[in-house]
Nanobody
Framework: QLQLAESGGGLVQPGGSLRLSCRAN????????IGWFRQAPGKEREGVVC????????YYADSVKDRITISRDNAENTVYLQMNSLKPEDTAVYYC?????????????????WGQGTQVTVSS
């Protein structure tokens, strides 16, 4: 399994941008499918976007899909989530997760390895 660590969260004003990073420690990073999830206070964790070993990305959260971009740098063992035009409703803890299967998934149960999360707060 991979060990994952998110970074890049913080406090940003509405309309601002953030780039989250998910750095992995483990073998064969380029083999893994990586997903980004988020959990807002009082809500269930939801799938946001996912990228597989072929760099095919799948966007799940309709509320953000036009404002985010996922990418991966296998040389750096890192997946990035670029978020633009942030809104207060984007406030959540953002997690990255890994699964060995080729296909992406939006289900929390389909991912075996998780990071500790990074807080994103959008507020003026």
């Amino acid at each position: 399994q991979l060990q994952l660590a998110e970074s890049g969260g913080g406090l940003v004003q509405p309309g601002g941008s953030l780039r989250l990073s998910c750095r992995a420690n483990g073998p064969n990073f380029d083999f893994w499918t990586i997903g980004w999830f988020r959990q807002a206070p009082g809500k269930e964790r939801e799938g946001v976007v996912c990228i597989n070993r072929r760099d095919i990305s799948t966007y799940y959260a309709d509320s953000v899909k036009d404002r985010i971009t996922i990418s991966r740098d296998n040389a750096e063992n890192t997946v990035y989530l670029q978020m633009n035009s942030l809104k207060p409703e984007d406030t959540a803890v953002y997690y990255c997760a890994a699964r060995a299967e080729y296909y992406c998934s939006r289900s929390v149960d389909d991912f075996a390895s998780w990071g500790q999360g990074t807080q994103v707060t959008v507020s003026s």
